[in-house]
Structure formats: structure tokens, C-alpha cells
């Protein structure tokens, strides 16, 4: 195999709640993450040369090692004990600096891609423990589907996998840094923590309304203060039909739940035309597991139906 392309899917935060902060700066959290069908490509290429190119659809973003992706490789090949030569070539969808995992998800692909071209078969738990290198929630993004991420992010247990639902995530033209937000939270005055709990019977449940009844997020409140607009954008979301709405990870995007891809998208459409935002995405929850069962049943019709199997 000379080359791959892969599918680096955003995540979405229903539940994140912080415990605790350690010595070192870094805080305890408990969150519900939840992979959604929005996704970066990320198409890998062996190369003659030895060395790592990169190069993005967005002139801005950085094709060095301030590149998580770029990191991600030199990495693998340092475990690896590989002199290897490849071209990386990402094509972002996913908003960045947006709360939506966009660098992580980027990164866990490439370790995934390169894992697959080098055949160097390398278990998911390794993979996720060399993503831990690189990012908090790099792990979840190798993973995926819907986990409780506990720790700093990286301990991971898979919870039910949260029903096929219709997601719209509206990132406004706000960046949001996650270090200052993370650093204007006050642990003792956070008014209300969320139940996590209850969301996790819900999923058990495969109730979406009981889950977008108790979405909540810490950091709601200290990016709220920053940016007012963050909760206006969540009314609206209400205004227009949306089982639930929330602000995913440290902000700026927010995102709502629908019954339907048609309110889904008439809402998209009011976001765009009133709010004037660009970056408007119709999507929905991913989970590999849900995924598989429907490939198998896919391929059991065809079989009926007498496809030849290749
Ligand atoms: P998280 O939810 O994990 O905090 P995020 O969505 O808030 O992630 P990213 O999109 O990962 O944030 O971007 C954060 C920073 O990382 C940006 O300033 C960006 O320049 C840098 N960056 C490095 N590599 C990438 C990449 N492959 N894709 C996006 N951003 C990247």
C-alpha cells in the first residue's frame, strides 16, 4: 500500500464537568464525548524522500511541527524506529480552535494511517497511549462513538452508544482560547455541575429527549462572560426546535439537537440568514459500533438478495 485517506470525525461535548485541579495546572474533568459525522481528510502518501510534508486547504494553518498532524507523524516514526517519507495533505471541515477536537481528530488519523501504510499493527491501546503525547483528546478521537472521559481527558470507558440523532453546529466568528478560559474558571464557584449520571442512563435508555434535557457544560459560564452572544445563539437554537442545545468543550460552537434532518436544516438555514454565520454545519452522532451493525446488515441483504461477495 503506497497511500491512504482517511476520515478525521469532530467530537461534541454532552456532558463536561471539572473535579478537580492538580498541582501541575491540569484539571480533573468528567465528560460525556460524543464523535459526530463531520470530518478533516486526511490523505497520506509514501514518498521517495525521507521526511514529512504537509500541506493544508487553508494557507494559515501551520505545515511544520506547529502542526499536531506533523507531530503525529514524527511520532509514529520515532516509536516506529522508521526512516520514513510521506505527504500529508489535510482538507479541513471541521471549524478550528472551535471546542470540536479539529487538531486532535487530525492527529488520531494520521496515527491511524500511518499505523495501516507501515503494517506496523500496532493495538488501538497503543495507538491511544502515543495520542496521550500529543493531546488530552487524542485518545477519545482514536476511539470514538460516545465515552465518559475522565482524568485529564484520557480515561476512557464506552458508554451505550447514543441513538442516530441530527446535530447543527454553528461556529460564530469567535476565537476562543482554551487555556484562558480553562484559567478564568473558578472551581468553587461553579453554580451548577452537570448530571452526568442521568445522562448516562438516558443513553442507556436511548432516550435523545432525557439527554438533551440534561446536556451541561462548565465552561458555559466563563465563555458566556466573555462572549454574551454564545447564549443567544443557544436560545435560538430552543427558538427553533431544538431538543437541546450546549456550547461544545471551551467554546465558541454551539450545538442542537433535532428530532429530523428537515428541522436540522431549517434551522441551519435561519442561523445562516440571521445570525449571518458562515460556518453552519448540518451533521449527525457517529459511533463505530452503530456503524458496523448497519455495514453487516447492508451486506446481509445483499447476500439475499444475491449479490456476489468480493
Ligand atoms: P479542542 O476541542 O481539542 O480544544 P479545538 O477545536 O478547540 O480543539 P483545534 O481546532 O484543534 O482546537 O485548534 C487549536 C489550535 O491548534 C489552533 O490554533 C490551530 O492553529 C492549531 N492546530 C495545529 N494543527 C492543527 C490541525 N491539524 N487542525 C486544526 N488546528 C491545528
Redesign the pocket.
Known sequence: MNSIILKGRA?INLTLDVVGKRENGYHDLEMIMQTVNLY?TIYIRKTKVSGIRLK?NYSW??TNE????YRAAQLFFEEAGIDGGIAIE?T?R???????????T??AATLIGLNRLYETNYSREKLMEMGLKL?A?VPFCIARGTMLAEGIGEELTPLTPMPHTHVVLVKPPIS?S?AVVYKNLDLNCIKKHPETKTVIEALEEGNVQKIADHMSNVLEEVTIAMHPEIEKLKQDFMKQGAMGAMM???GSTVFGLFNTREAASRAAKYFKMHHNIREVYVTTTYSPILKNREDKRQRRGLRRRGAKRC
Open positions: 467530537k478533516d493544508a494553518l501551520p506547529k502542526n499536531i498532524a489535510i479541513k471541521i471549524p478550528v480552535a472551535a471546542g470540536l477536537a479539529g487538531g486532535s487530525d492527529a493531546g483528546d476562543v482554551t461544545s468543550g471551551s
